[in-house]
């Protein structure tokens, strides 16, 4: 490739580096000169490393300064840099007074988060009504996301907020102000009955509707409803069409379930190999599960060559995750290699970064609800063709109707 060849390839990601480092700047001399708001975007820059590299330490003093002259937002934000004890010595008690001072001024995530801290004892002594007052006082704010933070709250009864009717009414608040996310669990909830009574066919309309517009989760979740017969006569063949739309657009639930159907024949032509690719891009992302069916696939030699140093590494990761059926099949594994060998996949293992394919796969600030309960696994038709696994896994599909994996039951609520 020629010098003007790589410009032109580059040139794109080099402008958009440049107009941050620019952007950064105007922000920083706005800053300067005592514009609040400038002082929150800034700062807002630096924590996220926009435009230069990250400085929590410097962006909790351009908060400090934005919060003195009132502006709530830097008040929140700085709040969360103490209690988590990024940039600055942790002090949950330093983080519940600018939650709530940010709280009285009107900001519906700081005061969720004060209500947070009272429900759960963190930096205060735990007080039902203090919280109480402030999940109510944040409700009473119609900002999507915060009434989405306390419906699930109260569907999953974390910290003893358990209030099914309540959560669907946020819900609803939320998801007729347009909010994609809110649409999503209230029609997941209606679906698994976790919101009062279940209503399966608003459920299926709603996840349809989601799917249709190109909603990530509603992908996945639209597949299970179509699988599980929920809301909507059962097809298996409709199920694995939106687990594979999922799959391509590089959603790990999608990934693992479009694997399952290959691996197991399920609505496709039975393909091992196209069963460990899918495999190997969740289990590259950090589902533990496809890490642990990866793991079996080279164990066994299923696909292709027996690699057990692979395996172990795999199963290592999963383990690690909490996944616990890879225990007994780790320590198996790992019989079979070298003191060399198992110490070169513990240092794969210690250096195994997950790369998720979207931005948006993130972790959420969000509360996560409870997760539905499982349901008994399939196991894989016999292969006249390719050897079987070491350890017989279970490729369950359809897989439970639930949402995504997104944090703690109780986190701050960012943004």
């Not at 910290?159 to 939320?174: I, K, W």
């Not at 060998?341 to 409870?370: G, K, Y």
């Amino acid at each position: 490739m020629t010098i003007a060849a790589l410009w032109r390839a580059a040139a794109p990601v080099v402008l958009v580096l440049c107009s941050l480092q620019a952007m950064a700047q105007d922000l920083r001399m706005a800053a300067e000169q005592g514009d609040p708001s400038a002082q929150l975007q800034f700062g807002m820059a630096l924590v996220e490393g926009h435009g230069q590299p990250s400085n929590p330490a410097e962006a909790a003093r351009w908060f400090a300064r934005a919060a003195e002259q009132g502006n709530a937002e830097a008040a929140n934000q700085l709040g969360y840099l103490y209690a988590e004890g990024k940039g600055v010595a942790r002090d949950e008690a330093r983080a519940v007074l600018l939650f709530e001072q940010a709280g009285t001024m009107g900001h519906a995530r700081a005061r969720f988060n004060a209500g947070l801290a009272y429900a759960t004892g963190r930096g205060v002594a735990r007080d039902a009504a203090r919280a109480a007052h402030w999940f109510a006082e944040a409700a009473r704010l119609d900002e999507p996301a915060t009434l989405v933070a306390l419906a699930r709250l109260r569907e999953s009864g974390a910290a003893g907020f358990a209030d099914p009717v309540e959560a669907q009414l946020l819900y609803r608040r939320a998801a007729e102000m347009g909010h994609q996310p809110a649409q999503y669990r209230l029609a997941l909830g209606l679906a698994n009955g976790t919101l009062g009574a279940r209503d399966p066919a608003t459920a299926f309309a709603q996840m349809n509707r989601l799917a249709q517009s190109g909603y990530d989760e509603a992908l996945v979740s639209l597949g299970d409803m179509h699988a599980g017969g929920i809301g909507t006569p059962p097809s298996v063949g409709e199920a694995v069409t939106w687990y594979g739309r999922a799959a391509e657009r590089g959603i790990p639930a999608g990934q693992l379930k479009y694997a399952n159907a290959y691996f197991t024949g399920t609505g496709v032509t039975r393909d091992l190999a196209t069963a460990m690719g899918w495999y190997r891009r969740a289990a590259q992302q950090g589902d533990a599960e496809a890490m642990y069916l990866l793991g079996i696939f080279q164990s066994g030699g299923v696909a292709g060559p027996r690699r057990p140093q692979e395996a172990y590494k795999w199963f290592s990761l999963a383990e690690a995750r909490g996944f616990r059926r890879a225990t007994e099949v780790r320590a198996a594994t790992a019989r079979q290699l070298s003191a060399a060998e198992r110490r070169a996949a513990d240092q794969e293992v210690a250096a195994f970064v997950a790369q998720p394919e979207r931005a948006s796969l993130a972790a959420s600030s969000l509360p996560a609800a409870a997760p539905a309960p499982a349901t008994p696994a399939a196991q894989p038709p016999a292969s006249d063709t390719q050897p079987p696994p070491a350890v017989s896994p279970a490729a369950p599909m359809p897989r439970p109707l639930q949402g995504p994996a997104s944090g703690a039951p109780l986190q701050l609520h960012r943004r």
